[in-house]
């Protein structure tokens, strides 16, 4: 649990990146705590990459319209399950999806556009070396944005 004390801090709001995967889970538990401790709100931020045509595969097809819309369609409802269940909580919380890429691009966006206290990522723990590697998104995160990035391992 977080101890709080009366220094002035303030975290007003957070800005989680939920990519569903095992570590979702870590991130918004972590967000709840941070949040009870500061009664800040929790913006969960969900980024959906484009689909692109590969090879021969032509994306303008209606089956293949209907395949994404369906995608995008399905994220957004786990997204917005994802918030209800925080809101359930007592927590005050809101969903955001984008599609495209870089993801911390439009991350570092979001957050600045909502005026993010800090941001909360998961990772693989992969450790520093891998991530240099391997470019992650927590990386070039923590690596492009003013705003305090909490990196939660699961």
Do not use: W
């Not at 972590?30 to 595969?57: N, W, Y």
């Not at 998961?122 to 891998?130: M, P, Q, V």
Request: with cysteine; glycine share 8%.
């Amino acid at each position: 649990m977080i101890n709080v004390n009366n220094n002035g801090v303030e975290m007003k709001t957070i800005l989680l990146c939920i990519d569903f995967s095992d570590y979702t889970a870590a991130v918004i538990n972590k967000g709840i705590e941070i949040a009870q401790a500061f009664d800040s709100e929790l913006c969960l931020m969900h980024v959906t990459r484009p689909i692109i045509g590969v090879g021969d595969v032509d994306t303008t097809t209606e089956s293949v319209r209907l395949n994404v819309a369906e995608h995008f369609k399905e994220e957004h409802e786990k997204l917005q399950a994802l918030s209800a269940d925080v809101r359930d909580k007592g927590i005050s919380a809101r969903a955001v999806m984008v599609e495209g890429a870089p993801i911390a691009s439009l991350v570092k966006q979001e957050a600045e556009k909502i005026g993010a206290d800090l941001i909360i990522i998961g990772t693989k723990g992969h450790g520093r070396i891998a991530g240099l590697c391997l470019g992650s998104v927590s990386q070039k995160l923590l690596e492009s944005v003013s705003t305090p990035v909490l990196v939660v391992q699961n």
